[in-house]
Nanobody, 115 residues
Framework: QVQLVESGGGLVQAGGSLRLSCAAS????????AGWYRQVPGKQRELVAT???????NYADSVEGRFTISRENALKQVYLQMNSLKPEDTAVYYC?????????WGQGTQVTVSS
């Protein structure tokens, strides 16, 4: 059974930082593409950042230069370091992984940035 479990969300003031972590199980994580999406009520889930099995990264324009995605295959973890947070970054953040043509999602973690 594939599981993605996020941690690290919370409340932070604008300009602050948070680090999200996602632990994967049930897949060969080192062969998967992984990433983070976010969603606010009433809006579609949007891509934040992705990282391929060989470390290639992709970021949404809105987070480029502020967020950094990384992975530790030995620990089956993917991370999202979020700096210079803005109130508009407030959302539920979801861990995502794609392996053998299937998409897997975590349960989400709330990030709230106060102004």
């Amino acid at each position: 059974q594939v599981q993605l479990v996020e941690s690290g969300g919370g409340l932070v003031q604008a300009g602050g930082s948070l680090r999200l972590s996602c632990a994967a199980s049930g897949i060969i994580f080192s062969l998967s593409t992984a990433g983070w999406y976010r969603q606010v009520p009433g809006k579609q889930r949007e891509l934040v950042a992705t990282i391929t099995s060989d470390g290639g990264t992709n970021y949404a324009d809105s987070v480029e230069g502020r967020f950094t995605i990384s992975r530790e295959n030995a620990l089956k973890q993917v991370y999202l370091q979020m700096n210079s947070l803005k109130p508009e970054d407030t959302a539920v953040y979801y861990c995502w992984s794609r392996w053998l043509s299937y998409n897997y999602w975590g349960q989400g973690t709330q990030v709230t940035v106060s102004s």
